[in-house]
């Protein structure tokens, strides 16, 4: 079965980074793509980046371009979200989601889940 493990949460300051990794098994991901979404207290879960595992293109909401990159291992099945000049709106539960073929930004076409890591930027 899909599993999706996210790791690499934490505190930074405002200014800081921090690398989230997402372990990847279950499957092949080669047709997917793989998405980063992050969840603030009391608000729906937001798209935050994507790549495609096959082609390696990648997207990401308007708010984390040029601060935030994603990228992937094919060697250790892993996704990456490297996040550069944290702000304290970056604060949340960030997650792992997986879906066939098409990219989407929107939460609800995606198929596979990790539980989530919690990411707290102190201003």
């Known amino acids: 079965q899909v599993r999706l493990v996210e790791s690499g949460g934490g505190l930074v300051q405002a200014g800081g980074s921090l690398r989230l990794s997402c372990a990847a098994s279950?499957?092949?991901?080669?047709?997917?793509?793989m998405g980063w979404f992050r969840q603030a207290p009391g608000k729906e879960p937001d798209f935050v980046a994507a790549?495609?595992?096959?082609?390696?293109?990648?997207y990401y909401a308007d708010s984390v371009k040029g601060r935030f990159t994603i990228s992937r291992d094919a060697a250790s099945n892993t996704v990456y979200l490297q996040m550069n000049s944290l702000k304290s709106e970056d604060t949340a539960l960030y997650f792992c989601?997986?879906?066939?073929?098409?990219?989407?930004?929107?939460?609800?076409?995606?198929?596979?889940w990790g539980q989530g890591t919690q990411v707290t930027v102190s201003s």
């Open positions: 989601a997986a879906r066939w073929l098409h990219y989407s930004a929107s939460k609800s076409s995606y198929d596979y």
């Open positions: 790549i495609s595992w096959s082609i390696g293109n990648t």
């Open positions: 279950g499957r092949s991901f080669n047709g997917y793509y």
